[in-house]
């Protein structure tokens, strides 16, 4: 059975509902009980747990094909059927892993998610070569959605360069019309007036685009700052009033929200014992409708098994429940945490950083409660000893972020517009003063 018919049986058998506003007359379940969402444009059944193929697992600057393939059958075998990747994602690797797995099955009974993440060489040349490679990587004659890649940094004036001027949204606007592209759309990273420039693009015809992928989790959703990215609740409703479909990365900012600070897990678990500070993120996110589809980067099979626990049994949120994540929403803020998701787009470092490894090891002593303070803090040496021994072990010496020259050559790839020389520094000097046991600035 190819794609056309495949849809035309799905569209039979659903009646395409539209997406409502009560989440249950939105989503389905199977007979495991993975929660699906029908997208109103064209009837496409996807699983609201989607799987994000930017962290698959790694042995040193290789993926690791088998563990790729365990995971991939695991979750097809628990219903996921939404799978999102790129050629910029795990230094060009992540594709060829995911068709690799994805090819055993059959190709109609999943959805292939890519992006045109012509970054640097974004000529019309180069950025056709990076679109055909895709098919070639995948194992595929189409894709289900197709990105244009974090657009918004820069505006439209980045936007034209990357995908007008070089008429590859012509040239995709017509694949789209051939085929081999069934869902247009992009994924944003850029302030209010950017998102703006693009829904007017939407409003007027030039582009109509059939879904886009926004960063959405309960603290982004009212928290956000405004310069570095938008509120994820301004975004939501502009994308629901014009029934734009919504796909959601980053629900987990980059794992912050997995393994929260001391306090707000006591909050979470004062209330439901057996439930992770995880699955209460993502049953925010999955209580808003319009959403089509979750994007978790899972890396091991620990935390696919606890999200296919929460999608097989998910339960939306109360009126009461979301207003106690917006409590914990403002608990987060609190805490001197770096914004990074580790997606890696700032590597390779030209001079050997580890910039996401430094930033993760820096949060996780953050919000395991183990951050040496001051020294008039309780076990202030114990805490001071525990974050240079184990900084010491995670990132090796030469890679640590006293290195950092400030070339500022990372700064343009970050999605999340951090300024990373700033914040390596702010490490590096925050190291140097536990070294000598001076007061923490």
Known sequence: MDRRDFLKTGIAACAAPIIAKAT????????????????????????????????WPMNGDEIVQE?????????????INYYDTSPAYLRGKSERA?????????????????KLSNFGDNSDTASLKMYKDSFKEMNTRYFD????????????????????????????????????????????????????????????????????????????????DGVRNVNAKYLYEELDKREI???????????RLASVPANITKEFKSREPDSSSASWAFRFIGSYPRVLTILSGMSSMEPLEENIRTFSNFRPMSEEELEFMEKMAVLMK?????????????????????IPGIFSHYNKMVTDGTFAQSPEQKDYM?????????????????????????????????????????????????????????DIL
Request: proline share 5%.
């Open 24 to 55: 249950a007359s939105a989503s389905e379940a199977n007979g495991s009980g993975m929660q699906y969402r029908i997208n109103p444009l064209n009837g496409d059944k996807i699983s609201l747990l989607g799987y994000g193929c930017m962290r």
């Open 98 to 114: 995911a068709g690799k797995a994805l090819s055993r099955y059959p190709r109609e009974s999943y959805f292939i998610a890519t």
């Open 382 to 438: 114990k805490l001071r000893r525990a974050y240079l021994v184990s900084y010491d072990r995670a990132i090796p010496t030469v890679r640590q972020a006293d290195h950092c020259i400030h070339c500022q050559k990372c700064v343009p790839h970050c999605p999340q517009s951090i300024r990373i020389p700033r914040e390596l520094n702010r490490i590096a000097r925050y190291v140097e003063q536990l070294k000598s046991s001076s």
């Open 145 to 224: 959605y197709y990105l244009l890649h974090s657009i918004g940094g820069g505006g439209l004036p980045v936007f034209e360069q990357r995908y007008v001027k070089n008429g590859m949204l012509d040239f995709l606007k017509k694949e789209k019309e051939a085929g081999r592209i069934r869902n247009l759309g992009f994924s944003f990273h850029g302030n209010q007036e950017a998102f703006d420039a693009f829904m007017k693009i939407h409003d007027e015809g030039g582009t109509k685009w059939d879904f886009v992928q926004i960063q959405m989790n309960y603290v982004d959703w009212t928290h956000a």
């Open 334 to 354: 609190e805490y001197p945490l770096v914004e990074c998701t580790a997606c890696q787009y700032c590597m390779p470092c030209p001079y050997g950083i580890d």
């Open 67 to 79: 563990k790729v393939d365990e995971m991939v059958a695991r979750a097809m075998e628990a219903g």
């Open 245 to 255: 479909p919504i796909v959601i990365m980053e629900p987990l900012q980059g794992g």
